[in-house]
């Protein structure tokens, strides 16, 4: 079912509001937990199987890759994904819109940049109903529960590279975790036929909750060029405390999940061939919850390619093609998920060289490993928005 | 930006407005597999939350208050009033007669024409009875109306005095009709399938001389060769088509209209035996004697039963209520008049206020409407049954959860079947000595869960 509502309008209205918006959902094997990490990639990234994303400066990834901005520049980025969850052969679909990356960079000279970026780390919406029939005492009744969950966890970077010798880049950054995630469920009891309605009432049971996120870490990142055409970079992050507050009246501890990410590129004939390997410690939000179904440590892979194009009226159009297969964090009933993506894109100059818009698709296949009767399908878009000054 | 950069963009934002604004729901499918904490656990508990209880008889009505006492009205006063007056004739038990007062009976043509009234026509009572709550038998009933005024006594009210005036040579007038005949008759525009008009002719010379006095009383008694039992409505009643009036045309002058003067009452809170403007007088009642230690509701005669609660105030904040019921556990009573016909058992709220004090006969007394606003289911049940009777208070819970923990929380256990049904079900009261019939709070809830976290 598909309809137009204003929920969607405002969330477009709002990009400046990191996270995501106008999304529905259900359970699905990308919502689970605390939800799904986009994987803070820009869409050429994204199109590369995420092995630009250590040398992107608009990514919040790596801080060193800051000094590639070259001039002052913005980026905003919109992926909405079409969500295809099978579950014994019967295929639901959902739309989730994202926003998951806006970075802005300022290069000081030609030794130094800043950049501040804010980029989803995990994104958490949905909308669910069930039914139930219980038993009441000695009456049948059906349940019927409405939840809706919006909202997510952002990562705020405040960074500054350097770069160092011409071949060596290094940078630092101030990771600031904020978001909140709200979850409403309305359950409304309804007796069964042949109840006695005129002399039992059922009381609807609400539950608001919010769950609002803080937390701190610190990364450091380092791209190395010992030739013109070879190039590697690494990042780091260390999380300190993530917090999460319950309705305002309660909190729980945990630590942010750290990261370790490398990558490598050559440029063959004008085309970057790169591939990627990162991973990630979500096993340190244990403490925050989620703990049921299982929260794991996550690794990814990738491997892609930017070919130069033909040339358009404004500059070098990029061609973009790239795989990669990933862990997902959070499980389903204690077996964790896996995901295997393939997708390309496009650069687009605009404005001759000023800015460009990057277009991608990737296809995402998602698997449990144990459960075979769930598997799911995301096609997602990707639109970059790059300018520079 | 340029402005050409600007326009070149505008495909792309229409892009993504088409995108932001699509939805799909459709979320049952991948539940309960995909889905975490779809099943609600119903837990269950009992408390002894009856601190107080005890049954009190005597009712002749459903007395009702608005609003609650203590708070202003727009007008600033708070309204008294009884719906029904009943009059009852139970040969074998029950006699209950009814005094209607009229205080200000024009002497003039009309407001505007003071020409005093030498003679009257047209003289008469008008009533309307509500059948449903009535018991007319098929054969002759008959309703006569007294002259029970006495000027040279002060204090008009006692019941006894009253009473002793429903003799012979006080009676008025008498109308006798069937069954049938008040079924025939109909007033426009009551709205409702159960309302009768009664009219019942008075001689105009009795009339002229009440006039000239400027005030009567009239007692109302009704007799039957067997049971007999109308309920009409009461002058309190905020409708003027449908209280008892007086009618008298003052001059053969059709230009003249004839007077329809209401019983007055006064709409403010009063203690006064007086405050209804009219008064029931029960002269006989041997209905059967309560069991000592139960609770009642119902009867010719209403008993009515008072418990005083006490909330589990912090184990309720802390939980979602599905259902809670008061339970009490019913004392069978299979010999009793008409113990295998049900009669309709309801509970309401009473919150002790300014205007009624804590009384619990008082809080009885007058059932409050308003802290109802959400009317608690009632239960159907026959005098001989027994076994645990589960009144549903879940409502009443978010009244109480809401109120000031000071104020004391009650409730009121009536039969609606009250003046017109003889059936009166017993329960086992807190002051019996086996815990397990006592009356109980039955919560049936789940724990609070805090969703944000999964």
Not at chain 1, 143 to 149: E, F, G, K, L, R
Not at chain 2, 376 to 386: E, F, I, K, N, T
Request: some cysteine; charged content about 20%; aromatic content about 8%.
């Amino acid at each position: 079912m598909s309809r137009f509502t204003l929920r969607g309008c405002i969330a477009l209205g709002a990009a400046a509001v990191l996270g995501t918006t106008a999304v529905q959902g259900q359970g699905a094997i990308s919502l689970q937990g605390f939800g799904y990490p986009p994987g803070q990639l820009t869409t050429r990234a994204a199109s590369t199987g995420g092995t630009l994303g250590e040398f992107d400066q608009a990514a919040p990834l790596n801080p060193a890759a800051l000094l590639n901005w070259g001039v002052a520049g913005a980026y905003l980025q919109y992926s909405p994904e079409r969500r295809t969850t099978t579950l014994d052969g019967v295929a639901t679909t959902n739309t989730v819109a994202r926003f998951p990356v806006i970075s802005v960079g300022l290069p000081l000279g030609q030794r130094y940049a800043f950049g501040i970026s804010a980029s989803t780390l995990l994104e958490r919406n949905f909308s669910a109903t069930t039914t139930t029939r219980q038993r009441i005492r000695t009456d049948s009744v059906t349940t019927t529960s409405v939840t809706d969950a919006r909202g997510g966890m952002n990562d705020v970077r405040f960074a500054g590279a350097m770069q160092v010798r011409p071949w060596l880049r290094v940078g630092g950054a101030l990771h600031v975790i904020t978001g909140e995630n709200r979850v409403n469920t309305v359950r409304v009891i309804t007796a069964d036929t042949g109840v006695r309605a005129d002399s039992v009432t059922y009381g609807e049971i609400r539950e608001p909750s919010s769950a609002t996120f803080g937390g701190t870490g610190l990364s450091f990142g380092v791209e190395i060029s010992p030739t013109r055409k070879l190039s590697f970079a690494g990042s780091a992050r260390y999380g300190f405390g993530l917090r999460v507050d319950l309705n305002d009246t309660t909190s729980r501890n945990a630590d942010l999940p750290s990261r370790l990410g490398g990558a490598v590129r050559w440029e063959v004939g004008g085309a970057n061939l790169a591939a990627r390997y990162s991973w990630e410690g979500w096993t340190a939000m244990r403490g925050l919850g989620a703990e049921a179904s299982g929260v794991f440590d996550t690794r990814e892979y990738g491997i892609g390619a930017e070919v130069p194009g033909p040339k358009i009226r404004g500059g070098q159009l990029l061609l973009r093609i790239g795989a990669r297969r990933r862990d997902l964090p959070f499980g389903v009933g204690g077996l964790q998920p896996k995901e295997d993506g393939f997708g390309g894109g496009l650069g687009l100059p605009v404005g001759f060289g000023r800015a460009q818009l990057d277009v991608g698709l990737e296809s995402a296949s998602r698997s449990v490993p144990g459960l075979a009767n769930v598997s799911e399908r995301g096609l997602i878009m990707s639109f970059g928005f790059r300018l520079r000054t | 930006m340029s402005p050409r950069q600007l326009l070149r963009s505008l495909p792309f934002a229409a892009i993504l407005l088409v995108a932001a604004c699509s939805e799909s729901l459709d979320t049952t499918a991948n539940c309960p597999t995909l889905c975490t904490d779809t099943r609600v656990v119903f837990r269950d508990t009992t408390f002894d939350i009856v601190q107080f209880d005890s049954a009190y008889s005597g009712f002749t009505g459903v007395g009702e208050r608005w609003p609650a006492p203590g708070l202003p009205t727009g007008s600033g006063n708070s309204f008294l009033y009884e719906s029904y007056l009943p009059l009852i004739s139970r040969p074998d038990s029950v006699d209950v007669r009814q005094v209607l007062r009229f205080d200000t009976l024009p002497k003039t043509f009309s407001a505007s024409d003071t020409t005093p009234i030498t003679a009257v026509t047209g003289s008469r009572l008008l009533l309307v009875v509500d059948t449903s709550r009535s018991t007319i038998p098929a054969g002759p009933t008959t309703v006569s109306l007294y002259d029970i005024d006495d000027a040279t006594v002060t204090d008009d009210t006692l019941p006894p005095l009253l009473a002793a005036r429903f003799t012979p040579g006080r009676l008025i007038t008498q109308r006798t009709f069937t069954r049938a005949e008040i079924d025939a008759d109909t007033i426009n525009g009551s709205g409702r399938l159960s309302i009768r008009a009664l009219t019942i002719t008075i001689p105009d010379s009795a009339m002229f001389r009440f006039i000239q006095a400027r005030r009567a009383r009239i007692g109302l008694q009704i007799s039957s060769a067997g049971s007999a039992s109308i309920s009409i409505v009461a002058p309190s009643v905020n409708a003027s088509n449908l209280v008892p009036r007086l009618q008298y045309d003052p001059s053969p002058d059709t230009a003249i209209v004839p007077w329809g003067v209401a019983t007055r009452y006064t709409p403010v809170v009063s203690n006064a035996p007086e405050r209804f403007r009219a008064q029931s007088l029960v002269l006989r009642d041997i209905t059967p004697a309560l069991n000592a230690g139960t609770l009642a509701a119902g009867g010719l005669i209403g008993t009515r039963s008072v418990m005083t609660v006490r909330i589990p105030r912090a184990f309720l904040d802390t939980i979602n209520v599905v259902r809670a019921s008061l339970d009490l556990t019913q004392r069978p009573q299979r010999t009793a008049p008409g113990a295998r016909d049900g009669v309709r058992i309801r509970l309401r709220l009473g919150i002790a206020g300014p205007a009624l004090g804590s009384d619990p006969r008082r809080l009885a007394e007058f059932l409050d409407p308003t802290l109802e606003a959400v009317q608690l289911p009632s239960l159907r049940l026959a005098a001989a049954d027994s076994g645990v009777r589960s009144f549903d208070v879940g409502r009443a819970l978010t009244v109480w959860r809401a109120q000031d923990p000071s104020l004391a929380t009650n409730i009121i256990l009536y039969g609606e079947g009250e003046t017109f049904q003889e059936q009166r079900p017993e329960f086992y009261s807190r002051r019996d000595a086996n815990p397990a019939v006592r009356p109980r709070l039955r919560v049936t809830y789940t724990l609070r869960r805090e969703g944000a976290i999964p």
